[in-house]
T-cell receptor, first 114, second 113 residues
């Protein structure tokens, strides 16, 4: 059974600081996704990482994937209040035939304080 | 505009009642999914469908049923057998296959009266 673990689950940080969210998963996969969710809202896709060593950056967020270590990181640089949200990582899981499905971590609730 | 539409936004269920959540997409996606979100639990897969007239159980399918008669539509019925239905339900779609990101609807909050 595929397990996806994020840490920390809660993160409170000051504006201007840097921090990293970690996502570990238990079985082989080279497809990893990061999503953002604002309170009461739907999920928005941030990054899709498709191979070992993949790195993607958008604004103050940078995601990377190490498939050998089964680890992805989401690095936040110089945090601003607008980044406050819940961040989820998700891993592809093969379901047989042509079926693929995502298994999500529990999410990291990020609060950026002035 | 292309997207995924879920309705209603809020839904209340009485004891012993079946309720149906609607999910429609106009993205021409083959694959559609239903997830349940509970506070602190992340998202858990209920059912998914890769093509019309075919669907598979996810991790928590008991007490739920689905149909996929049209490519655009994937309704979810929460039956009376689901004893703890209060949750936020999210529908998603993708082009299918590995490496394809999901596009999510705005969600339905289901509560028990």
């Amino acid at each position: 059974e595929l397990k996806v673990e994020q840490n920390p689950l809660f993160l409170s940080m000051q504006e201007g600081k840097n921090y990293t969210i970690y996502c570990n998963y238990s079985t082989t996969s080279d497809r990893l996704y990061w999503y953002r969710q604002d309170p009461g809202k739907s999920l928005e896709s941030l990054f899709v990482l498709l191979s070992n060593g993949a790195v993607k950056q958008e604004g103050r967020l940078m995601a990377s994937l190490d498939t050998k270590a089964r680890l992805s990181t989401l690095h936040i640089t110089a945090a601003v209040h607008d980044l406050s949200a819940t961040y989820f990582c998700a891993v592809d899981r093969y379901g047989g035939g042509s079926n693929y499905k995502l298994t999500f971590g529990k999410g990291t609730l990020l609060t950026v304080n002035p | 505009d292309g997207g995924i539409t879920q309705s209603p936004k809020y839904l209340f269920r009485k004891e012993g009642q079946n309720v149906t959540l609607s999910c429609e997409q106009n993205l021409n996606h083959d694959a559609m999914y239903w997830y349940r979100q509970d506070p602190g639990q992340g998202l858990r897969l209920i059912y998914y469908s890769q093509i019309v007239n075919d669907f598979q159980k996810g991790d928590i399918a008991e007490g739920y049923s689905v149909s996929r008669e049209k490519k655009e539509s994937f309704p979810l019925t929460v039956t009376s057998a689901q004893k703890n239905p209060t949750a936020f339900y999210l529908c998603a779609s993708s082009t299918g296959g590995s490496g394809e990101k999901l596009f999510f609807g705005s969600g339905t909050q289901l509560s028990v009266l």
